[in-house]
């Protein structure tokens, strides 16, 4: 009977000895894990709820950046399956917006500025070359006090070749070639004017991307591109009329 009792001591001896030294090894590490988890959990529903604030205050482009990282950070939690039924349409509106700003920031406005016996309101664009960087060759409206309204494209010395009415190729949009009139400035500036200014501004603020074909002095014929789609008539007003 000694021995069956003896192992019993052990036993109990043994389970005493667990009890003491605590949970094992892989417990901890389930237990750290669970603990990691519910966190994720938790941080992934704080960052939800500003993506829902957010979106409340129609900022999609921020909005779309925080539902990608969302989407990235805590994937499989319930907080990034709820993005994932909205962020598409988002990303997709946050995406047309950038594009919309990119073109508008193409445009430079400037308004009541003081020209030559009078003021003038102008916006003025650079072409884009092929490789998609910003030319050299201006397209500017103008409006001003003494002349009147005019478009133009104004280049570096020593500017285009026209004599007296020329024509050049307008396309508009990649449709069908127009041949618009145009002349060069009596006092030799190296510009180039349109002679339909109106109907030419009016065009304009339908057009995404507007190519002139045109002969420089430099020696070559040039098709110069620019995209006007962030063209903004309002920023582009009249001028006061005077009394």
């Known amino acids: 009977m000694r021995a069956p009792a003896l192992a019993v001591l052990c036993a109990a001896a043994l389970l005493l000895a667990g009890c003491e030294h605590g949970p094992t090894a892989a417990q901890r590490a389930a237990a750290a894990q669970a603990r990691a988890a519910a966190q994720r959990v938790a941080q992934a529903q704080l960052e939800l709820k500003l993506y829902h604030e957010v979106l409340a205050r129609h900022d999609v482009q921020l909005a779309a950046s925080l539902g990608r990282e969302i989407e990235r950070r805590y ?3 319930p907080a990034a ?12 509106e946050a995406a047309k917006l950038a594009h919309a700003q990119r073109l508008a920031a193409l445009w430079d406005y400037q308004t009541g500025v003081p020209m030559e016996g009078g003021t003038q309101n102008t916006a003025s664009i650079n072409d884009t070359r092929s ?3 910003q030319g050299n060759i201006q397209l500017i409206l103008r409006r001003h006090s003494a002349w009147g309204q005019s478009v133009y494209l104004y280049a570096q010395a020593p500017g285009f070749v026209c004599k007296g009415l020329c024509r050049i190729e307008l396309r508009v949009d990649g449709g069908r070639p127009q041949a618009w009139a145009a002349y060069l400035p009596p006092t030799g500036e190296p510009a180039l004017f349109i002679k339909d200014d109106r109907r030419f501004i009016s065009m304009l603020e339908k057009a995404q991307i507007v190519e002139l074909r045109v002969d420089l002095k430099q020696g070559d014929v040039r098709t110069l591109k620019y995209k006007v789609g962030g063209f903004k008539p309002a920023s582009f007003p009249p001028l006061a009329k005077k009394g």
Not at 81 to 92: D, M, R, S
């Open 75 to 77: 994937a499989g939690t």
């Open 131 to 133: 490789d998609g960087s």
């Open 81 to 92: 399956g709820e993005v994932g039924k909205t962020l598409p349409a988002i990303a997709a």
